[in-house]
């Protein structure tokens, strides 16, 4: 029988840069009893996205802010219009633009068919420590499916 | 009872800029008597595209379609070897790469879980004003979903 | 009655540039028995990522390459922190995080409602060779939906 979960997950950032998020979302998935499905993440914020990336070498990530920060110039003496709520505030609408406000994850056996080197990233772009929710919704049923190839 | 809906919706855009499409979106919901579920809303086009941004502020909007028009430059003279559409063309189908053809957004009470300050835009990239077409789906149901932590 | 479907797509890429994946994935969508849907394509990797894109002229495919390859320089020297997997392994990385990681389309009358001019790509962005896979989820059901407008 098909079957629906909610829940929301709130995240404490330290200011710009990747937070991984993969292991709460991982544990709420594997809590709700459902074997296949899809697991959908959507981050509740135009300035804080969502990204999958290696979640090895912690070095990709600081490659990433390093090229986020270059390619979108930070604001001040009247660079962006809107610019009233800080220097980094426009860059951060246009980095969220450039990046995920939601992932869709097939679910099987319980979990997120996320590859190997694949971790959730919750991306603060505002150089402030921020509280971020982020809004979970997963649907599917307790059984395996049938396969047809 | 786990159901579906289907939907389009045609927006006549007025040449390249942010079209808030919000409000028809969660008017279309709202009217299906699903309290919870899963709301797909998926582009039918290479030259214009989806996009999450804040809704309160227009000087927002200018800003980034600034940025995109620094960082995708306009054709012509060629610069790009696809110009038999228009010098708009090209950097109309490396905006929407950049950028999105699809969100998936859970709903809870019959209302998609967006943001205090997001809103949702159709990203019109060609210089031309088009008609576009939106593709909606819908699936859930019309009870409140068990919640388990 | 609501079913789904799950499935592995495997892809042979011959280095850098896009490579349509359209056709096995409507294939199998089409196979499932399933009228009214939700497909989700999800690509298990951080150096390749999926792309909507004109599958008409390939000359759109060589200006979008030439366009990230100026975007996101190679690396060598030092450029990046991370770098021991070669010069084109960091690129790689900022690219997947620019396009796509995951599409979710809306299935009518047992096909994606892919856009007349819409093609479904992998995109991979590492210079040599690679199998990647992809991640396949169908949700939705025989019948046609009831339509409330």
Redesign the interface.
């Known amino acids: 029988m098909?079957?629906?979960?909610?829940?929301r997950i709130e995240i404490a950032t330290p200011g710009r840069g990747l937070v991984a998020v993969s292991a709460p979302i991982l544990a709420w998935v594997a809590?709700?009893?459902i074997a296949?499905?899809?697991l959908?993440v959507?981050c509740?914020?135009?300035s804080a996205s969502l990204?999958?990336?290696?979640n090895a070498?912690p070095?990709?990530r600081?490659?990433?802010e390093t090229?986020f920060r270059r390619?979108?110039p930070e604001g001040g003496g009247g660079r962006?219009?809107?610019e009233t709520e800080g220097p980094d505030d426009?860059p951060a609408?246009?980095r969220?633009?450039?990046?995920?406000?939601?992932?869709?994850?097939?679910v099987?056996r319980g979990r997120p068919?996320?590859?190997t080197?694949?971790g959730i990233y919750l991306y603060e772009h505002r150089t402030a420590p921020h509280r971020r929710?982020l809004?979970?919704?997963l649907?599917?049923?307790a059984a395996e499916?049938?396969?047809?190839?």
């Open positions: 098909m079957q629906q979960r909610t829940h809590a709700q009893g296949t499905g899809l959908t959507w509740r914020h135009t990204l999958v990336q290696e070498d070095d990709v600081d490659d990433l090229f390619l979108v962006y219009r809107h426009m609408h246009i969220a633009a450039l990046t995920q406000t939601q992932l869709s994850i097939p099987e068919v996320l590859g080197w694949q929710e809004a979970l919704h649907i599917g049923e499916p049938q396969r047809r190839r």
